[in-house]
């Protein structure tokens, strides 16, 4: 999403410059590598969150699958959204490249594609960020039917 006072990465960029100067390489560098820690940091969370609700289905998924065709399907989409999550953070915000590898000759340049970089990687997570949220959802639709439920058979001896 992007608001109407959002700078563009190019005016982002002269701001920055304009802050730190013309031949602050390496104080520029140590800003954008705390927004990357930031963004690895809540990747971290985002991958915890997966791993939570894979290991829960894990012990309760047969129980919540078991109760009906829909909570069945619920279940398996949830999952399957969250492991998808989960892949697109560890792809795109996980993925390295270090800043010391940005292409640029000058600092301007090198800042536009770092910053760039950086966006790039804070709109996978969003999107990583929607999908984990939209499985939860599926997740939790399905132990709601369980609940309202109680008493529904689980799965038939074999």
């Not at 390489?25 to 940091?41: A, D, G, K, S, T």
């Not at 609940?147 to 529904?152: E, F, G, I, T, W």
């Amino acid at each position: 999403m992007i608001y109407s006072d959002q700078l563009t990465s190019e005016a982002e960029a002269d701001r920055i410059i304009q802050e730190f100067g013309e031949s602050s390489y390496l104080p520029i560098m140590e800003m954008l590598e705390r927004h990357f820690l930031v963004l690895h940091n809540r990747a971290q969370v985002l991958l915890t969150l997966c791993g939570i609700i894979v290991s829960t289905t894990g012990f309760s998924g047969r129980n919540i699958a078991g109760t009906s065709t829909p909570a069945q399907v619920l279940v398996i989409s949830g999952v399957l959204l969250v492991m998808i999550a989960a892949a697109t953070v560890c792809w795109g915000v996980l993925h390295l490249r270090w800043l010391t590898m940005q292409p640029g000759q000058q600092l301007k340049d090198w800042l536009l594609v770092s910053l760039k970089y950086r966006d790039f990687k804070t709109r996978v997570y969003r999107i990583a960020l929607f999908i984990m949220l939209i499985g939860l959802a599926a997740y939790v639709m399905a132990i709601i039917i369980m609940l309202l439920d109680p008493n529904a058979p689980h799965y038939p001896p074999r």
